[in-house]
């Protein structure tokens, strides 16, 4: 295989965009895509503030490294779970975070779930029974919380997560075999901005999972290489390696999937004008919005997690 723009021996193989390229024109190739979505989907502007959620893996790593080639102002957020799992899961993928920053000169703010809250997410989640043995149900709100009061109370414009088109393709699989309208509603590029909440943005929704792994490669960035231990068995794996079966027939069927959706969703598919909007009042604690009387999920957590 060939590159398609200099002719010289191709570094990666994209069957589904019929496309090889070389090193070099494949890591100019990754941000000037980058950039055509993030205008394509209006999702920030040179001059706002962003803030990149970094978990220490590929994709979070490589979307903090693309914003900063792109010359955005991109600062990140580390979120320390406390999950060892006899593998140190939150201390390496923490250290390999700074490394990635102090080698770039970047600007990191870390969030240590025990140190601010008493407990690590394994064990806010045994405290407060939630989860049923797993504890990603709180590690979601959890996150969730965070970042936002971080995009917050640091005044940025808009918060970027680094997920790539088989994370959507597989929670939009996932929300189509049940029909869940609110969600399909919601998932896309963009969700906007509410009272007391931040824009938040996918930069890398259609990109492929392999090609964020090959980005991360060639480009030299030491990423953690395990999944969160806690992910082994999960639905959304499963959900991938279904549509990874289906991608491996027709190449190409799992971006049409992801696109044809959001086409749809543009085009007012799952609307529902006769739906009522959904209540939000500020919870009395924390000051984020919510849909419950009093205090939100999150607060409620720490607080049942602390009376045990
Ligand atoms: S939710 Fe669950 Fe993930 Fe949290 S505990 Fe790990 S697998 S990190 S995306
Ligand atoms: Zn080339
Ligand atoms: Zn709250």
Redesign the pocket.
Known sequence: MKCRTCGEKAAVNMRQHKLALCKTHYLEWVPQQTERFIKKYAMFHRHEKILVAVSGGKDSLSLWDILHRLGYQADGLYIG?G?DEGIRYSDESRRLTEQFAAANGLTLHVVDIEKEYGHS?PVLAERTHRGKG???AV??LA?RHEMNRIARDLGYDVLATGHNLDDEAATLFGNTLTWSADYLLRQGPVLPETDGMARKVKPLCRFYEKEMTAYAMLRGIEYIYDE?P??VG?QSIYYKELLNRLEAERPGAKLVFYIKFLEARQAGLFANPQRPAVALSACPTCGQPTTSEGECSFCRTIAKSASI
């Open positions: 779970l999950i997410i797993k504890p990603c590690c979601g996150k969160c806690f992910s999960s």
